[in-house]
């Protein structure tokens, strides 16, 4: 199963929004309406922020949102703020109860 | 308070074994699927392996396929992930993480505990 496709890294001012692409297949984010995302902080374990594409755990900032078309989902950062600088990753689920990740996206907060 | 805490990493020899441990506490661990997750020093994360609530369904990663075993006792509330014929490419964080049935997401994750293979 390879690594679905995430820009290496995405930038932006405080206050703006910014998306983060996740492009998979057909056997992944586009058949399943199973996507997450998870935000990372050096040295920290990742933290869920986004399930079935478009839904926020409760204790999520409402900044955060997700959307889906075809082969492609996007998490979108509105209000950019600087402890919104992390590693963010999305991930899929594939089948048979296993799951493919992204290559990751570096958010930096300029 | 939910908790995942992962232990048991360390050094080890190329074709050397290892078993990680993850304890649970503050939710029913025998209802909830689990999984292993890991991440080499500075890459991306990568999913390992999953193992339904009662065990009795597993699945594994191409990449270590024949070489771990995923394993889980309700009674003492904990996941393992026994490690063999580990290789220097293992060399990474491994996280345990609960996967809730319906959720098809990691919403807990564990501390982390990280293994090097090297001689």
């Known amino acids: 199963q390879s690594a679905l496709t995430q820009p290496a890294s995405v930038s932006g001012s405080p206050g703006q929004s910014i998306t983060i692409s996740c492009t998979g297949t057909?056997?992944?984010?586009?058949?399943?309406?199973?996507v997450s995302w998870y935000q990372q902080h050096p040295g920290k374990a990742p933290k869920l922020m986004i399930h079935?594409?478009?839904n926020r755990p409760s204790g999520v900032s409402n900044r955060f949102s997700g959307s889906k078309s075809g082969n492609t989902a996007s998490l979108t950062i509105s209000g950019l703020q600087a402890e919104d600088e992390a590693d963010y990753y999305c991930?899929?689920?594939?089948?048979?109860?296993?799951?493919?990740f992204g290559t990751g996206t570096k958010v930096t907060v300029l | 308070e939910v908790q995942l805490v992962d232990s048991g990493g360390g050094l080890v020899q190329p074709g050397g074994s290892l078993r990680l441990s993850c304890a649970a506490s503050g939710f029913t661990f025998s209802s909830y699927e689990m999984n292993w997750v890991r991440q080499a020093p500075g890459k991306g994360l990568e999913w390992v392996s999953y193992?339904?609530?009662?065990?009795?369904?597993?699945y594994y990663a191409d990449s270590v396929k024949g070489r771990f075993t995923i394993s889980r006792d309700n009674a003492k509330n904990s996941l393992y992930l026994q490690m063999n014929s580990l290789r220097a490419e293992d060399t990474a964080v491994y996280y345990c993480?609960?996967?809730?049935?319906?959720?098809?997401?990691?919403?807990?994750w564990g501390q982390g505990t990280m293994v090097t293979v090297s001689s």
């Open positions: 193992i339904s609530s009662g065990g009795r369904s597993i």
């Open positions: 079935d594409v478009t």
């Open positions: 991930s899929s689920f594939t089948g048979s109860s296993t799951s493919v």
């Open positions: 057909s056997s992944d984010v586009g058949g399943y309406n199973y």
């Open positions: 993480a609960r996967y809730p049935w319906g959720l098809r997401a990691f919403d807990i």
